[in-house]
């Protein structure tokens, strides 16, 4: 039985049981302290301003459809698909920041 076999141990045998108990005790309790910050004073992000706007160029639905068409990788997706996402969309304009896309 290991409870009695721990018993007749002599006091130097169980020296290294202590110290590893010990040390385990004091892990335990460091790990549940609460972490101090760096600096005395707790910082809290704000947000200092916000803001919204428009691009400079407004271009009509239809004619983002025709860039959409002739951009890179445009002839990829299957025909009628930019068609059905730019018609069911509900926007009548876009946006851009570029003038023209020729």
């Known amino acids: 039985d290991p409870v009695i076999a721990l018993a007749t141990m ?3 045998d169980q020296l290294p049981y202590l110290v590893a108990a010990i040390a385990i005790l004091i892990s335990v309790f460091m790990a549940m302290q609460p972490k101090k910050a760096s600096g005395s004073e ?3 992000p704000i947000i200092l301003g916000f803001a919204t706007g428009n691009p400079e160029y407004k271009v009509m639905q239809t004619e ?3 860039v959409a068409k002739t951009s890179p990788g445009g002839s990829q997706i299957a025909p009628g ?3 059905r996402i730019y018609g069911n969309s509900k926007i009548t ?3 851009l920041c570029v ?3 020729s």
Request: no cysteine.
């Open 42 to 44: 707790t910082k809290y």
């Open 99 to 101: 003038s023209d896309f």
């Open 93 to 95: 304009s876009r946006y």
């Open 10 to 12: 002599d006091s130097s």
């Open 81 to 83: 698909v930019l068609d």
């Open 64 to 66: 983002a459809l025709k």
